[in-house]
């Protein structure tokens, strides 16, 4: 027999079981769940302010369109705010071309407008391209740096005072894990350091489990696609990903404590404290950390 939701009075029966807090949701209850989340999240990373433009990084995949979809949702009331989404094609063939037509419908349903930047144009080559040519790293190595330039450059140039992202709860202990693993931490630190000079990001899925957002997204009726990025297995990432589900699995709860955990370290951190000053990157002239900026080294590497 299927349990019943563990929220007081309701008699529905629950359509997931959170084993981390051990509770049964109804799909009315656990959408109010994930929502209730991804508020808390939002004021405690960074306050929406009175008329902020708020560019939304839609890659069409489950995260960024059920983000999208909640924003709306949520904001729905506040006539001053304003939504747009940016999608960055990076070349990446037979499956870029299926979520950016993905992010199109989502947009469109939504009655958001959506901007499309490709590497190719932005940088000259596609993501194929950079991976046809075996460098030793992984493509999402360059896919990451070049993604992360097209968003940050695209929403200050389109006047956006905040930036947000889909990122889930796997996604930032991925993360986490990678930095620990390298020994990283003065990246460690800048996961939750403002980084001056950029348009202030919040990742409002944050404390949302992947599984808990792909049901979020099925429960609200978002379009989604399930191709997966050619390139995906290949990331260093993709091997701390299978590892913490296994983990999750055997000892449910392993993912969020090591956020919160993370939390309570980060504290500790050094580049919790402000960041220090960026220089200029000589070759673009944008905010960057080193002399030439990982964007250009990239471009240069091309050439
Ligand atoms: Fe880019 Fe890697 Fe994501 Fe594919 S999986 S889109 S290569 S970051
Ligand atoms: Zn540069």
């Known amino acids: 027999m299927t349990p019943g939701c563990s929220k007081r009075k309701c008699k529905n029966h629950a359509i997931i079981h959170q084993k ?39 890659s069409g995949g489950k995260d960024s369109s059920a983000l999208l979809y909640m924003l709306k949702k949520i904001f729905h009331n506040r006539n001053d705010l304003e939504f747009f989404a940016i999608a960055a094609d990076e070349g990446i063939n037979g499956f870029r071309s299926l979520t950016i037509k993905n992010a199109e419908k989502v947009a469109n349903e939504l009655e958001v407008k959506l901007f499309i930047f490709s590497f190719e144009k932005e940088f000259g080559f596609t993501l194929d391209e950079i991976a046809s040519k075996g460098f030793e790293q992984a493509p999402c190595t360059f896919c990451g740096v070049l993604r992360r330039k097209i968003l940050d450059r695209k929403a200050k140039e389109l006047g956006a005072t905040k930036v947000v992202t889909g990122h889930n709860m796997d996604d930032e202990v991925q993360t986490i894990l990678i930095n620990y693993i390298r020994g990283d931490i003065e990246r460690l630190g800048r996961l939750r350091g403002r980084r001056e000079e950029f348009v202030p990001r919040i990742k409002p899925l944050r404390a949302v489990p992947e599984k808990e957002v792909a049901l979020y997204a099925l429960a609200a009726g978002i379009p989604i696609i399930t191709t997966h990025c050619p390139y995906a297995s290949l990331s260093f990432r993709f091997t701390v990903k299978k590892m913490l589900n296994e983990f999750e699995m055997k000892h449910p709860g392993t993912k969020y404590s090591l956020l919160r955990g993370y939390e309570r370290l980060s504290e500790f951190l050094p580049t919790a404290q402000p960041t220090k000053k960026l220089l200029r990157c000589e070759t673009c002239g944008e905010a960057s950390a080193s002399r030439i900026c990982k964007a250009c080294e990239i471009v240069e590497r091309m050439n």
């Open 20 to 58: 981390y807090s051990g509770l049964h949701f109804c799909e009315y209850h656990f959408v109010e769940d994930v929502e209730r989340k991804v508020k808390k999240e939002m004021r405690k990373q960074l306050m929406v302010e009175r008329g902020d433009k708020i560019a939304v990084a839609l």
